[in-house]
């Protein structure tokens, strides 16, 4: 898969390459060429399952195969087990059809958790096989 800039004026990025650049060289965002889609039946079939195993499913055809399967799923279950939650990021109901997402239960306690711990291993993972 390719990564183009939001601001069109960069070249197209691998996923490696597009996760280690950051931002664009024209100062865009990478974005897909092509938005990978989860059907109707892979969404429903989502509800009851970990965190880690949704994480998995929308995170997966994003990587491609940049990152092998086997690799990927140990970085996603990794990034997550140091949570403090069972759930890793639970809901939970203030008042009647009110709910917040509770987002500090991460190591450091900041919602960043949710996207640095996975994404310090998805660095880690592609720059040591750049050596």
């Not at 939650?85 to 939970?92: D, I, L, N, R, S």
């Not at 996975?118 to 993972?125: E, G, K, N, S």
């Amino acid at each position: 898969m390719q990564y183009i800039s939001t601001r069109g004026e960069a070249p197209p990025l691998s996923f490696a390459d597009a996760l280690l650049a950051g931002l664009a060289r024209d100062g865009g965002l990478y974005v897909p060429e092509e938005w990978p889609t989860l059907s109707e039946h892979d969404i429903a079939s989502l509800a009851g399952r970990s965190y880690a195993d949704v994480a998995r499913a929308v995170i997966s055809p994003f990587v491609g195969d940049a990152i092998p399967k086997a690799a990927l799923d140990v970085m996603i279950d990794d990034a997550y087990a140091c949570f403090r939650h069972g759930a890793t990021v639970p809901t939970v109901q203030i008042a009647p059809n009110r709910f917040v997402l509770e987002l500090f239960h991460g190591p450091t306690l900041a919602f960043k958790d949710v996207a640095m711990q996975l994404l310090a291993r998805l660095m880690d993972h592609v720059l040591s096989r750049r050596s």
